[in-house]
């Protein structure tokens, strides 16, 4: 399946959106599912997201880090595992930015069924979170 891919507009110049965007401490306060999240390491960060009414924790590791363009992390645990992408483009002379979430998930052990289903709760919630981290941009 291809994964799932949502692009937005904010008012902001690239180095804003991405230290906001890809600081796994800020997740909270833009992703409506995120309940909290804990630095392991530089590069490693532990999530709990409120999954259908049950939280679940879940260890990323950042991939990618390119400031202020790139940023990428994916999953190590679990039985699903989240892989995502920010890509961030200046636009208006680098006044605004054009930010590209790539989603996808990938299952292991009885995760493998569960996949489709996570990926339709992500097509749905994901785009209310992208809203969230635009208009918390741009309220700043």
Known sequence: MAPLVSTIEIARPPEEV???ATEPLLFPEWQHDVVGVQMVGDSRFVTTRRISGAER???QAITHNDPPHSWACRGIDGPIRP???ITIEPIAGGARSRVTFTLDFG???FG???VPL???QARK???SSYRNLKTRLEDQ
């Open 18 to 20: 991405f230290a906001y």
């Open 57 to 59: 924790t879940m260890t």
């Open 83 to 85: 892989h995502a992408t």
């Open 107 to 109: 299952g292991h052990g």
């Open 112 to 114: 493998v069924p569960l």
């Open 118 to 120: 996570v990926r339709r």
């Open 125 to 127: 919630g994901a785009p």
